[in-house]
């Protein structure tokens, strides 16, 4: 009785794992759909008159809270699929696949977000949605859309709209993909002096300025 107790149990947990991974692949099997479907209104156009109806905090909210979330959860059945069938495997290729449709999508979004609403106020929209832009940025592998962006980011920061941690981990990852490593600063030291040191190093300075 013991011996068949225990496969049940085994049963039941190998069941459950199945349906977990069955699960994550119709995710990113769906995400990867609506990515590259020629209706899902991610043309240059669509995204334009998007962001241009956005003319209320708690449509911002939403459409940055959702972006928040969907990459959050893309990356994560990305790691879910890389730790249970590998790199090689074709559930991880696909998952990546959607991952890097994703973030060229939101990457065009957030840009033009940015460009003409600003960085979302800690005042007026949700966590979610203030931690969007950067969420986004931080996963982009140039330093073009940081380099658009730095005046509206580092006034965010400047006014508290962006915490110094999440700001000197943006500015710390700029810094990596310019120079191929972080910027080593003798401990101990306070984030206030990470981001100058980091800013000054990145050539920032006149921009700052003018922000200012």
Not at 11 to 35: D, H, K, P
Not at 93 to 105: G, T
Request: hydrophobic share 40%; glycine share 4%; net charge neutral.
């Amino acid at each position: 009785m013991v011996a068949t107790a225990v496969l049940q149990v085994v049963a039941v947990v190998n069941l459950n794992e199945l349906m977990y991974r069955y699960f994550l692949l119709v995710s990113f099997f769906a995400l990867i759909f609506a990515c590259n479907s020629p209706s899902s209104g991610n043309s240059p156009e669509d995204i334009e008159k998007e962001i241009q109806a956005l003319v209320h905090d708690t449509l911002q909210s939403k459409f940055l809270g959702d972006m928040y979330t969907m990459d959050k959860e893309a990356r994560t059945t990305q790691t879910k699929m890389l730790q249970g069938y590998g790199f090689n495997s074709q559930q991880y290729k696909r998952s990546s696949f959607s991952v890097d449709s994703l973030q060229k999508i939101h990457k065009a979004k957030i840009d033009r977000f940015l460009q003409m609403h600003g960085h979302p106020s800690r005042f007026m929209h949700s966590s979610d949605a203030r931690r969007a832009p950067l969420q986004i940025i931080q996963h982009d592998k140039s330093v073009e859309l940081r380099e658009k962006n730095f005046d509206v980011l580092y006034e965010a920061y400047r006014d508290g709209h962006i915490r110094s941690k999440e700001f000197a981990s943006f500015l710390d990852r700029w810094y990596q993909i310019k120079n191929g490593s972080s910027l080593v600063i003798k401990n101990p030291f306070k984030e206030e002096f990470e981001i100058d040191t980091l800013l000054y190093s990145l050539g920032l300075k006149d921009r700052m300025e003018v922000v200012r």
